[in-house]
C-alpha cells in the first residue's frame, strides 16, 4: 500500500520530533493502534531512526520537517515514504516528484493550499490547525473541490474526530500522543476516537 494509501485508511499520523528511544515510543503506539509515524529531520539521529524504523516492516515512515531538497534525498535514502514539510517550498515537492516520493507540503491559507495543489501535492498539510479550528477546514474546503488535508498543531483525541468531520482526510499528532504518560494509552484513545467519533 502506498504512503497515500495507508494515511487515507488509518486517518492518524503520529509525529515524533526530539523523542527519545524512538523504537520503544513506537512500540507504544503500534500497540495503540497506530500505524503512520512521522520522524522529524530536526530530531536527533533522525535519519538513522527512519531506517530503523523502516526495517519493522509494520509501519509507514514519513520523514518531517522537511525543509530543504537536499534533505529529501537523505530521506529518501534513509527509507522515508514521504516527505512532510511546514511550509510551501516548490523546489522541495518537485524534489519529492523526480524521485517518486510523496511530497505533504505545509500551508495555512487558501491561496497556499491551491498553489501546493497546482503544483503537485496529492496531499496538503494544514499547519498549524488547532488554532483554527474545524471550522476553518469547513471554510476552506468548498472552494478547492478535490483537495486532501492532513490536519496536524493541536490535534489531541478531544478535537480529531471533528477535524475528519470538518473534511480533513486525516490528522497528525505530536506532543499529545508522544508526550503523553502512558503513550500506547494515548494512542488509544486516539484512535477510538478517530474510528468512532469521524463516522
Known sequence: MSALDRIRTERVVAVLRHVGYVERVVDALFAGGIRVVEVTLDSREAYASITTLRERGDVTVLAGTVLEPGEVDRAVAAGAEACVSPVFRPEILARCLRRET??????LT???VEAARRAGAELVKLFP??????QYVR???PPLAGVELL???GIDAGNAAE???AGAVAVGAGASLVGADDVEKAARELVSAVSTGSQ
Not at 129 to 134: I, N
Request: glycine share 16%; proline share 12%; hydrophobic share 50%.
Open 129 to 134: 490547525a488547532g488554532p483554527l479550528g474545524p
Open 110 to 112: 487558501v491561496t497556499e
Open 151 to 153: 490536519a496536524t498543531g
Open 139 to 141: 471554510d476552506l474546503l
Open 163 to 165: 477535524f475528519l468531520r
Open 102 to 107: 510523496l511530497a505533504i507540503p505545509g500551508a
